[in-house]
């Protein structure tokens, strides 16, 4: 079994390969390679998955983990926090609205609302890498 400790990392590195897989798809399809651009949609969307996995299983077992900076970096901490978690929230159904698009062939549909989800897709994945960094290593101490 893995540590409870190891499941913030494991949570940013999913979120890392996430927007890594993200950035990699929007270049794949900018130079019409569509298989590319599909496996790397796709592998997103299994990074994804399984980050938000890992994510509730982790909160389930461990509870809150409190920010420990002080001055204007807080300030700035919860506004990334709370950017982070209303578009994670908001993310998850623009997700899963463009892939069904994508695997029912409505390349139209699907293109509409891919030039909002990628962006914001991949803004959730860099801020939570941004949280984690910013919890666990530049202000420890939960």
């Known amino acids: ?36 651009h599909r496996a790397c949609m796709l592998s997103a969307v299994g990074s994804s998955t ?5 994510y509730l299983w982790y909160h389930y077992h461990h509870g809150v983990t409190r920010f420990r900076g002080i001055g204007a970096v807080r300030g700035f901490y919860f506004a990334l926090l709370g950017s982070h978690t209303v ?6 159904p623009l997700i899963v609205i463009t ?25 959730v994945s ?9 919890l666990y290593h530049l202000y420890p101490g939960a």
């Open 1 to 36: 079994m893995i540590p409870l400790t190891y499941f913030p990392a494991i949570d940013a590195t999913l979120n890392a390969t996430s927007a890594v897989l993200l950035a990699m798809g929007y270049i794949c399809i900018r130079r019409r390679r569509i298989a590319a």
């Open 50 to 54: 399984l980050f938000l996995i890992c």
């Open 87 to 92: 578009l994670a929230a908001v993310i998850v």
């Open 99 to 123: 892939l069904a698009r994508a695997l029912r062939r409505k390349f139209i549909k699907h293109k509409q609302i891919a030039r909002w989800t990628l962006p914001l897709w991949f803004y």
């Open 126 to 134: 860099i801020t939570g890498v941004l949280v984690y960094l910013m």
